[in-house]
């Protein structure tokens, strides 16, 4: 199972799929590949392709875009719905909530910058977006598809501690 991969507090049950294993073996593809079409990933994950649409629209997931547009995902943008889906129907938040922890992320922890890239950067003078929506970001990530980030990459599993953590200060 993919999630199987990931924190199992994020990716529940509910949220898991199990990849068929082809008859013949296929060309390995690397998890950050491009290899799926809106409407294969929307199957996959169990949303419509309006719902992947309106993640993209509200910063929760970038997908891979062609020169004409077409969507393409990873294996990486499954685990990141599913986890966002998680993060809705279990954890009760909602898409607003799921933004405002996102842009909380200490980007700079995640990906080490300089004292003078910070006090130059947006994302790390004011936290109210993701640094992957803003458009004047450090000189480090200018030329950088924000993708490729580990930033990007390690969000969904950020959100997530930072709620569990949260949670639990709010129990004792």
């Known amino acids: 199972m993919l999630c ?5 507090n994020i990716c529940s049950s509910k949220y898991r799929f ?3 294993q082809p008859k013949t073996p ?7 590949d491009p290899i ?3 409407g ?8 419509s392709p309006e719902t992947l649409r309106l993640y993209e629209r509200e910063g929760l997931l970038l997908p891979k875009k062609s020169a004409k ?28 909530g799921i933004k405002h922890l996102l842009a909380l992320i200490p980007c700079w922890d995640i990906k080490p910058c300089s004292e003078n ?5 947006p994302a790390y003078l004011n936290n109210i977006q993701v640094c992957w929506e803003l458009e004047n970001t450090g000189t480090d990530c200018k030329n950088f598809d924000c993708r490729d980030c580990e930033v990007y990459k390690q969000a969904c599993d950020e959100v997530g501690d930072m709620k569990s953590k949260y949670l639990m200060t709010v129990k004792k």
């Open 36 to 38: 799926l079409s809106i």
């Open 117 to 121: 890239e910070r006090q130059n950067c």
């Open 4 to 8: 199987v991969l990931f924190d199992a």
């Open 40 to 47: 294969v990933m929307a199957e996959k994950v169990g949303v």
């Open 69 to 96: 547009g077409t969507r393409s995902y990873s294996l990486h943008d499954v685990v990141r719905v599913l986890c966002i889906r998680s993060l809705i129907h279990e954890r009760k938040m909602n898409i607003a």
């Open 26 to 32: 296929p060309k390995v593809a690397n998890f950050e």
């Open 18 to 20: 199990e990849m068929k």
